[in-house]
């Protein structure tokens, strides 16, 4: 029994997602996506008791896509601009696989909703640039390297190119892909990243 109400749980943010990235800039209704789903509103909200909830399902599997992949790398990887780079990379290639996602992460479709959500997002990015910032001080320790711009500085850049990535996707509506570019922009970028001392 629980497994059914799972997969309805699944199917319904599969659902919004979905919605999310075939209507730019669209707000989505519980209407539209019962219609979607193939359920009555009422339906909906037995599994969720809100659409903020709903909203939440998504930033919750966007975390844990990109937090458990993140944790791999540093776990994997011992080169500190390998680390970055893979970080990086696996931030915008979840974006490009993601489309309808980027809208949360944009803060795109949260207009309107719960603060808590926008909060939520704000947590995500702070926490992926945390992660840098940690990666970046460790190069001290292992490599006797630090960042060419300090470790504060370098982390938010990095952070930015994300960010600008993920807005200039769903400004575009989905025409300009994150990862466009990305490998000859990492060349310039990383061989000025760190420095040795």
Same mark, same amino acid.
């Given at each position: 029994m629980s497994n059914k109400k799972n997969d309805r749980r699944t199917e319904i943010l599969q659902a919004l997602a979905a919605m999310l990235e075939s209507s730019p800039g669209a707000r989505i209704t519980t209407a539209a996506l019962a219609k979607q789903v193939g359920v009555s509103e009422?339906?909906?909200?037995?599994?969720?008791?809100?659409?903020?909830?709903?909203?939440?399902?998504?930033?919750?599997?966007?975390?844990? $896509?990109?937090? $458990?992949?993140?944790?791999?790398?540093?776990?994997?990887?011992?080169?500190?601009?390998?680390?970055?780079q893979l970080i990086m990379t696996l931030a915008l290639g979840f974006a490009e696989q993601n489309p309808g996602m980027c809208r949360l992460l944009t803060g795109d479709a949260l207009a309107g909703e719960t603060e808590r959500l926008r909060l939520r997002i704000a947590q995500l990015f702070d926490r992926i640039e945390t992660q840098l910032k940690q990666v970046l001080r460790e190069a001290d320790l292992k490599q006797s390297l630090k960042p060419a711009m300090g470790v504060a500085p370098c982390a938010n850049f990095l952070m930015a190119m994300i960010e600008g990535k993920v807005r200039?996707?769903?400004?575009?509506?989905?025409?300009?892909?994150?990862?466009?570019?990305?490998?000859?922009?990492?060349?310039?970028?990383? $061989?000025?990243l760190m420095v040795s001392y």
């Open positions: 009422a339906a909906l909200y037995r599994h969720f008791p809100s659409k903020a909830k709903m909203f939440e399902g998504l930033i919750e599997f966007i975390e844990e $896509s990109l937090f $458990s992949r993140i944790h791999r790398i540093v776990q994997d990887e011992d080169d500190v601009t390998t680390r970055v200039q996707y769903v400004r575009t509506e989905y025409k300009v892909k994150p990862l466009e570019h990305w490998q000859d922009q990492w060349q310039a970028i990383g $061989s000025h």
